[in-house]
C-alpha cells in the first residue's frame, strides 16, 4: 500500500528533528528518524567493540538491528534507548559509519518499509535524494553553524550535558564536511526540494513554511 511521504533533510542542528517530530503528531503519520539508525549502529559497534574501519562487520551488524520506533521513541531489541544515543561521541561515530556505502545499502528496504498509510515524515540527510527519491513533499532545511552550534548547545544543556559552543561549532563544522563530501549519500538537498533557511526562523515559521508546502503539494495539511 502506498503512502504518502514529507521527507525533511538537512544538517545537525537545523531544527528538523523538532519540526519533524512536530508534524507527524500534528498530521497523524509515523516518523522515521533515520539519524538515529545511524546512532544505534555507532552505539552497537562501540557496545561490541568493532573497528569502524570494518565496513563489512559493521553491515551484517546493521542488517541484523532490530529496532522499531514508538512516536519519537527509539526501541532497540525491546528496549527504549533514550539519551545514550544522544551524545556528540555517538553522533560523531554516527557520521563516521554512515559514510560506508554497505551500511547505508543495508538499512534501505528497512527504511523504506516505513512509509505506511496514513503518511509518513522521513528526517534525515538522504531522505529525499536516496531513500524516497519520489516522495510527495520534499524539504531541505538549514541553518548557520553559528545558528545550529546554539540551537544543539540549548538540547544537550536541557538534558545536562556539559558542552561550550565553541566545542558545538568545531563538532558540527567537522561533521558537516564529513556528510557533504562522502561519496555515498552526500548531504545535498534534492533536485526538487524547497530549501528553507531557519537561521532567523521560529520553530513555529518553519512549520508553516512547511505545511503550505505540503498544500502546495497536493497533500491536505491541517490548518
Ligand atoms: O541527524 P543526526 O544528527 O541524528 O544524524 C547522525 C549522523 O548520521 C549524522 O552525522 C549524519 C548521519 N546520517 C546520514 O548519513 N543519513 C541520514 N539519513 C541520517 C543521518
Known amino acids: 500500500m502506498t ?19 512536530r508534524l507527524a503528531e500534528l498530521l497523524g503519520w509515523h516518523y522515521l528518524d533515520s539519524g538515529a539508525l545511524y546512532r544505534l549502529i555507532g552505539l552497537l559497534a562501540f557496545r561490541n567493540a568493532i573497528s569502524l574501519e570494518d565496513e563489512e562487520a559493521i553491515a551484517t551488524l546493521a542488517a541484523g538491528m532490530k529496532v522499531e520506533f514508538t512516536g519519537a521513541n527509539v526501541i532497540l531489541e525491546g528496549r527504549a534507548v533514550g539519551d545514550e544515543i544522544r551524545t556528540e ?16 545499502n543495508s538499512l534501505l528496504g528497512w527504511q523504506r518499509r516505513t512509509a505506511q498509510p496514513p503518511g509518513l515524515v522521513a528526517d534525515g540527510r538522504d531522505m529525499g535524494t536516496v531513500v524516497f527519491p519520489s516522495a510527495e513533499c520534499k524539504i531541505f532545511l538549514t541553518a548557520s ?42 548531504l545535498t538537498p534534492a533536485k526538487d526540494a524547497l530549501i528553507i533557511d531557519a537561521t532567523e526562523l521560529s520553530i513555529e ?10 498544500k502546495t503539494s497536493g497533500i491536505a495539511a491541517p490548518g
Open 3 to 21: 503512502a504518502p511521504v514529507l521527507t525533511l533533510d538537512g544538517p545537525s542542528g537545523s531544527g528538523k528533528g523538532t519540526i519533524s517530530i
Open 89 to 104: 561521541q555517538i553522533g560523531n561515530m554516527a557520521s563516521r559509519v554512515a559514510a560506508l556505502p554497505k551500511v547505508r
Open 145 to 186: 553553524a553559528q545558528a545550529r552550534a546554539e540551537r544543539r548547545f540549548n538540547q544537550l544543556r536541557l538534558k545536562g550535558f556539559d558542552v561550550t559552543i565553541r566545542q558545538l561549532f568545531e563538532e558540527i563544522s567537522e561533521r558537516d564536511r564529513r556528510d557533504a563530501e562522502r561519496k555515498t549519500s552526500p
Open 205 to 214: 515559521q518553519v512549520e508553516q513554511e512547511v505545511l503550505s508546502h505540503l
